[in-house]
């Protein structure tokens, strides 16, 4: 064989083994992210996917026991048409990650709950989030029923990597998008939930679901924006413990931020986390591609609007979460950086998030490092 020949035949075995080497420690799921793709080349970016074996979005963090836990959407590939509706976001199981510290080794515990195993629902499981009390842990997610309509389920476990069982409906009265569990000191839980758009909040502005109501909330600029929800759980986790509530949007004048103000009004993923007594409710913007936040002195507001905390990322989404860890703080989020830009194959992320002496949230650029 011609020497040459030789040389460029075993850099290209040498090329194949190092890439098929790397694809069998990431590619753990049968829908793939593919690992071999440019990872931590998107550019600038200040964090890497945090999972490489499959697309995971919407990360909601929380400490327990000590070590952290992720609990994301699983993206999937699903071939449906992209829509304003979200109608290519058709995940179908979520898995939980944990990590004993930030920049740790990532565990992934499995499938914790399948649309299969929830007997009431029909499609598309979206955002989750996750509660314990009382020696149980609890997974609160959204999933279309049978009539195509987001409801809330919740679904129960001893331990905080599931797998979680569903209860057989949805919890009553629940509707729309993206729960989201805070507990605060005294032990009492919320639910802040809401999504417009596909996310259908806008079509229960009368109380009841309009079938044929409006697909997003655009034409009532200067009316006030729609407003996210708060309900109080119930000791078990199980119920709502009250009618659910609008939550005030405020600008620092006091008026209500308005539908017309984009940049500021609520669209989906609301957060919940207390800091040095004041409560930050932070929201994606969704068309504008803003992680915001708004402060208050309770738990049910109002709260005032007081700036972003994640500038937009790659892919249409945003969604994050907001959690201590050891006396410092950080941001859970996502980006399409494995998907290179597809808005539905997401992974997540995490960075530090710091505030200044005054308690406002330092804007993160998840971009930054492109300066
Ligand atoms: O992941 C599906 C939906 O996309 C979430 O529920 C929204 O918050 C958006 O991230």
């Given amino acids: 064989m011609n020497h ?4 460029a035949l075993m850099l290209y075995a040498l090329l194949f083994s190092l890439t098929a080497c790397s694809q069998n420690q990431t590619n753990t799921d049968s829908q793939k992210a593919d690992s071999t793709k440019k990872t931590g080349s998107l550019l600038g970016a200040i964090s890497k996917p945090l999972i ?4 995971t979005a919407d990360p909601s963090a ?3 026991n000590e070590k952290i836990y992720i609990y994301p959407s699983h993206d999937i590939e699903s071939s449906i048409k992209e829509d304003d509706l979200g109608s290519h976001f058709a995940m179908k199981d979520y898995h939980i990650f944990s990590m004993d510290s930030i920049g740790g080794k990532v565990t992934d515990h499995g499938v914790a709950l399948d649309i299969k195993d929830i007997p009431w629902a029909g499609k598309q499981l979206w955002a989750p989030d996750a509660a314990y009390k009382n020696g149980k842990y609890y997974l609160y997610f959204p999933v279309k029923d049978k009539n195509d309509v987001f409801r809330m389920g919740v679904a129960v476990s001893d331990k905080p990597e599931g797998p979680f069982k569903a209860e057989i409906q949805p919890i009553s009265g629940s509707y729309s998008i993206d729960p989201a569990v805070f507990t605060d000191d005294n032990g009492t839980s919320y639910m802040y939930y809401g999504g417009i758009w596909g996310g259908q909040l806008q079509r229960w502005q009368s109380g009841k679901y309009e079938e044929n109501g409006s697909k997003t909330d655009l034409g009532k600029d200067n009316d006030p924006a729609i407003a996210p929800k708060i309900a109080k759980l ?4 199980l119920t709502f413990a009250e009618k659910p509530r609008d939550i005030q949007i405020l600008d620092k004048d006091g008026k209500a931020i308005k539908g017309g103000n984009h940049d500021q009004r609520f669209f989906e993923a609301s957060w919940v986390h207390k800091y040095k007594g004041k409560y930050y409710f932070s929201y994606s913007t969704g068309d504008t591609h803003l992680i915001c936040y708004a402060i208050g002195d309770n738990p049910y507001g109002p709260f005032t609007y007081q700036g972003v905390v994640l500038k937009p990322v790659t892919g249409w989404t945003n969604h994050h979460s907001i959690v201590e860890v050891k006396g410092k703080w ?3 989020y996502h980006d399409t950086e494995l998907s290179n830009g597809k808005t539905h194959l997401r992974n997540i992320k995490v960075t530090e998030l ?3 002496r005054n308690g406002n949230i330092l804007t993160i650029d998840a971009y930054a490092n492109k300066k």
Wanted: neutral net charge; glycine residues 4%.
């Fill in 62 to 64: 929380h400490v327990f």
């Fill in 354 to 356: 710091k505030y200044d």
């Fill in 234 to 237: 119930s000791s078990n986790m």
């Fill in 4 to 7: 040459n020949l030789k040389e």
């Fill in 330 to 332: 950080y941001l859970f």
């Fill in 52 to 55: 490489l074996g499959m697309y």
